[in-house]
């Protein structure tokens, strides 16, 4: 019995119930008059459908266990409106990530580790099948022609598809999870990614309109971070946001979100991200917020952050604070214009004032492993101070990341500007010294 033995159940046993499942699917398929079905209310259209995928699996040829049929029609229903087998994965709140490398193989991170699940699809047919119906849903398209795709669901998650032949070993897709409930400030400092003094740092920051960029690997957390950013810019302010995918999620209520556009079949049509930043300077915007920096766009970005769009922001794959810059120094380099590299060196340098770097630990933790001050660009070098850092020692028994943040004693020039805005931050902040996590954070502005 499927419903029962769970785990424990051979492959063979899953696959050829997934086989069954497919063929049942297809006689659906071609049982339903697709002229009517069309004029009736979803509603009414899924409740047929679940009777007719009830009676098909109640077949006496078929000699289903009771539980056994109850699971089919779910399964059946799930590939017709949901995501087939990776339905309950996809239901789970813990699970960020859903990677699908072929027919037998399927992977889920959870809590920041990866772990492979017990779920199969019946064949690349069926895995293909099931691609093509999400892209599908989103406007997209996948075949030989065009075996690449990257489209967002309708819950907003994003999913990225390779299919033969560019796929060695069958169809694959990776699904990044969209959490309904976002992760804030106060649930960052309680899971211990930061503590209550970098937040409140962070918090002036924004409110003080400083121009902030966010580096990190991925899966890091560098778009949750620019979401709990996000929250504390101001009502009164106008905030556009460009993305390729869009995932941020900003509360304010003059928000223009603005996603680019891939090119069409004949490779016509594409609006990049560098397009939409050009033309969100005619939309008087206070704010420009870049989902994630990666080509040519950085130059007009940095052209914004130098020409009155204080308090803007953006995110960067990076190993670390200046491996950050460098790679902002090589987009530079792909917009186009040629520059000197000072001063591609000095526009980065009087453009972005606060680098937050994140990483993801090997026990699965995120960590904003330092934050630090941008203060220019002084005989052939960046001057960069860390503010605040984490300094990780070990890994403990139970697979927790051993380790400490600090404040460095270093106290950022910038402060002049936050007391300039009304923002009078105390000294003894910065003193240094061991900081210490904390189950309960409430944000502080230090208003003046």
Same mark, same amino acid.
């Given at each position: 019995?499927?419903? @029962?033995?769970?785990?424990?159940?051979?492959?063979?046993?899953?696959?050829?119930?997934?086989?069954?499942?497919?063929? !049942?699917? *297809?006689?659906?398929?071609?049982?339903?008059?697709?002229?009517?079905?069309?004029?009736?209310?979803?509603?009414? !259209? *899924?409740?047929? !459908?679940?009777?007719?995928?009830?009676?098909?699996?109640?077949?006496?040829?078929?000699?289903?266990?009771?539980?056994?049929?109850?699971?089919?029609? &779910?399964?059946?229903?799930? @590939?017709?409106?949901?995501?087939?087998? #990776?339905?309950?994965?996809?239901?789970?709140?813990?699970?960020?990530?859903?990677?699908?490398?072929?027919?037998?193989?399927?992977?889920?991170? *959870?809590?920041?580790?990866?772990? $492979?699940?017990?779920?199969?699809? %019946?064949?690349?047919?069926?895995?293909?099948?099931?691609?093509?119906?999400?892209?599908?849903? %989103?406007?997209?398209?996948?075949?030989?022609?065009?075996?690449?795709?990257?489209?967002?669901?309708?819950?907003?998650?994003?999913?990225?598809?390779? =299919?033969?032949?560019?796929?060695?070993?069958?169809?694959?897709?990776?699904?990044? $999870?969209?959490?309904?409930?976002?992760?804030?400030?106060?649930?960052?400092?309680?899971?211990?990614?930061?503590?209550?003094?970098?937040?409140?740092?962070?918090?002036?920051?924004?409110?003080?309109?400083?121009?902030?960029?966010?580096?990190?690997?991925?899966?890091?957390?560098?778009? &949750?971070?620019?979401?709990?950013?996000?929250?504390?810019?101001?009502?009164? @302010?106008?905030?556009?946001?460009?993305?390729?995918?869009?995932?941020?999620?900003?509360?304010?209520?003059?928000?223009?979100?603005?996603?680019?556009?891939?090119?069409?079949?004949?490779?016509?049509?594409?609006? &990049?991200?560098?397009?939409?930043?050009?033309?969100?300077?005619?939309?008087?915007?206070?704010?420009?917020?870049?989902?994630?920096? $990666?080509?040519?766009?950085?130059?007009?970005?940095?052209?914004?952050?130098?020409?009155?769009?204080?308090? /803007?922001?953006?995110?960067?794959?990076?190993?670390?604070?200046?491996?950050?810059?460098?790679?902002?120094? !090589?987009? =530079? %380099?792909?917009?186009?214009?040629?520059?000197? +590299?000072?001063?591609?060196?000095?526009?980065?340098?009087?453009?972005?004032?606060?680098?937050?770097?994140?990483?993801?630990?090997? +026990?699965?933790?995120?960590?904003?492993?330092? #934050?630090?001050?941008?203060?220019?660009? #002084?005989?052939?070098?960046? $001057?960069?101070?860390?503010?605040?850092?984490? *300094?990780?020692?070990? #890994?403990?028994?139970?697979?927790?990341?051993?380790?400490?943040?600090?404040? +460095?004693?270093?106290?950022?020039?910038?402060?002049?500007?936050? %007391?300039?805005?009304?923002?009078?931050?105390? /000294?003894?902040?910065?003193?240094?010294?061991?900081?210490?996590? /904390?189950?309960?954070?409430?944000? &502080?502005?230090?208003?003046?």
């Amino acid at each position: 019995m499927i419903a @029962e033995l769970g785990s424990t159940i051979s492959n063979d046993a899953r696959q050829a119930f997934q086989m069954l499942k497919t063929r !049942l699917h *297809r006689q659906m398929v071609d049982a339903i008059d697709l002229s009517k079905a069309g004029q009736l209310p979803e509603r009414d !259209l *899924r409740n047929q !459908l679940r009777s007719l995928a009830t009676h098909l699996c109640g077949q006496q040829s078929l000699n289903l266990h009771p539980e056994d049929r109850d699971l089919m029609v &779910t399964e059946i229903i799930d @590939e017709i409106y949901g995501f087939g087998p #990776i339905e309950r994965l996809m239901n789970e709140p813990e699970v960020s990530d859903v990677l699908i490398n072929g027919a037998d193989s399927v992977f889920v991170e *959870r809590n920041g580790l990866l772990e $492979r699940t017990d779920i199969r699809f %019946a064949d690349d047919e069926h895995l293909l099948h099931f691609i093509q119906r999400l892209v599908g849903r %989103a406007g997209r398209r996948i075949d030989e022609v065009s075996p690449m795709v990257d489209a967002k669901l309708p819950d907003g998650s994003r999913l990225n598809a390779v =299919i033969p032949p560019l796929a060695l070993r069958g169809p694959t897709v990776s699904i990044r $999870r969209f959490k309904s409930k976002a992760v804030v400030f106060e649930d960052m400092v309680k899971m211990g990614s930061l503590t209550p003094e970098m937040a409140d740092f962070l918090l002036m920051a924004v409110r003080g309109r400083l121009n902030v960029v966010v580096s990190g690997g991925t899966g890091a957390g560098k778009t &949750t971070m620019l979401n709990n950013l996000s929250r504390f810019i101001p009502e009164t @302010e106008r905030v556009v946001t460009i993305e390729q995918t869009a995932e941020l999620q900003l509360q304010q209520k003059d928000v223009v979100a603005l996603e680019t556009r891939p090119p069409n079949i004949e490779g016509r049509g594409e609006i &990049t991200q560098r397009d939409l930043l050009k033309n969100s300077l005619r939309m008087r915007p206070d704010r420009i917020i870049v989902g994630e920096a $990666r080509g040519g766009e950085v130059l007009d970005m940095l052209q914004a952050m130098n020409t009155g769009h204080d308090g /803007s922001m953006s995110t960067i794959h990076a190993n670390d604070t200046r491996d950050a810059l460098e790679r902002m120094e !090589l987009m =530079i %380099a792909l917009s186009e214009v040629e520059l000197p +590299t000072t001063v591609a060196r000095q526009y980065i340098a009087s453009a972005v004032q606060i680098l937050v770097h994140i990483s993801r630990l090997s +026990t699965g933790e995120r960590k904003v492993m330092r #934050i630090s001050e941008l203060s220019g660009y #002084i005989d052939g070098a960046y $001057r960069i101070d860390d503010v605040f850092v984490y *300094r990780m020692t070990g #890994i403990e028994s139970g697979k927790q990341a051993r380790g400490s943040f600090y404040a +460095t004693g270093y106290e950022p020039q910038s402060l002049k500007r936050l %007391a300039a805005r009304g923002y009078e931050v105390p /000294s003894h902040l910065f003193n240094a010294r061991e900081l210490q996590t /904390s189950n309960e954070y409430h944000p &502080t502005y230090y208003a003046g």
